[in-house]
């Protein structure tokens, strides 16, 4: 069974960090690309990050990068993201995705339960 187990959210200021993570199982985590998405309150899913499968090649959401760094510890199948500068636009409920397999246009078929940024002083 496929599960994806995000943690490492709460309530920071703005300007503060915080680094998410995603823990993998059931599947070979080395085989696929992955995903960070969030949803704000009151709005749709937008994609932030991705990463393929051996953490070289990284794509943003134009209004994160430089302030957020996806990475991946295909040893310990865990999924990262290290969120710097936060600003209370950036508060949403973070998930994690899978890539369904090596080709980004087949989409997600696996998402995890979220994690809750919060970003407010």
């Known amino acids: 069974e496929v599960q994806l187990v995000e943690s490492g959210g709460g309530l920071v200021q703005p300007g503060g960090s915080l680094r998410l993570s995603c823990a993998a199982s059931g599947f070979t985590f080395s085989d696929n690309p992955m995903t960070w998405v969030r949803q704000a309150p009151g709005k749709g899913l937008e994609w932030v990050s991705d990463?393929?499968?051996?953490?070289?090649?990284?794509n943003y959401l134009v209004s994160v990068k430089g302030r957020f760094t996806i990475s991946r510890d295909n040893a310990k199948n865990t999924l990262y993201l290290l969120m710097n500068n936060l600003k209370p636009e950036d508060t949403a409920l973070y998930y994690c995705?899978?890539?369904?397999?090596?080709?980004?246009?087949?989409?997600?078929?696996?998402w995890g339960q979220g994690t809750q940024v919060t970003v407010s002083s």
């Open positions: 995705a899978k890539f369904r397999d090596i080709y980004y246009y087949n989409g997600y078929d696996y």
């Open positions: 990463i393929n499968r051996n953490g070289d090649r990284l």
